[in-house]
């Protein structure tokens, strides 16, 4: 296995849109190691996350994905990070990317550089959370796994939405 993955499989969501104790199941700092199962739906534990938001959920019409979309290409491209897929939809973003960079601070990045751009487009005001705390990052450590990957990013997510690179 090389030192350093290929590229990683980055996936966030809107803020409020995946909660603890909804279904199909989430993970929690308690239960995140690789391989286990997610958490079981649980109607209480969902209830209680929605009484603590402090705001509602927060859903990307065309043209705020279409910012999200281009916000994310021009931050990896600024950082030399290779995009090799992204999908922005109504609730999430997936993105498949080589850096050589925890995919963290990835993912904060794209997240930070995506609210800007539509602060500046006049989405909203800059204290609205857009974003889920943390997301998910997966490893891919060989080719086959980029290309599984970069395949479900851009064809395995129902109707195109805002994607990169454009599908003939």
Same mark, same amino acid.
């Given at each position: ?5 290929? !590229? ?11 909660? %603890?104790?909804?279904? +199909?199941? *989430?993970?929690?700092?308690? /239960? ?7 958490? #079981? ?21 065309? +043209? ?9 290409? !021009? ?8 995009? /090799? !897929?992204? %999908?922005?939809? *109504? ?11 925890? +995919?963290? *601070? ?20 800059? #204290? ?5 705390? %943390?997301? *998910? ?32």
């Amino acid at each position: 296995m090389p030192a350093q993955p290929l !590229a990683y499989f980055i996936t966030f969501h809107t803020f409020g849109t995946w909660l %603890h104790g909804q279904a +199909p199941g *989430s993970v929690d700092r308690e /239960h995140n190691a690789v391989g286990t199962p997610w958490l #079981d739906a649980d109607a209480d534990r969902l209830a209680e996350a929605r009484e603590l938001m402090t705001q509602e959920i927060y859903l990307l019409d065309e +043209p705020k994905r279409e910012i999200v979309r281009d916000a994310i290409i !021009a931050e990896c491209s600024f950082r030399g990070w290779q995009l /090799h !897929a992204l %999908h922005v939809r *109504s609730n999430h973003v997936h993105l498949v990317v080589t850096a050589e960079r925890d +995919p963290e *601070s990835v993912m904060r990045s794209c997240k930070s550089h995506s609210s800007k751009c539509l602060n500046k487009a006049g989405f909203d005001t800059p #204290d609205r959370k857009r974003w889920t705390v %943390h997301g *998910s990052t997966k490893y891919l450590w060989n080719e086959a796994a980029v290309a599984e990957k970069v395949e479900y990013v851009l064809n395995g997510q129902g109707t195109p939405m805002a994607r990169y690179p454009e599908a003939d």
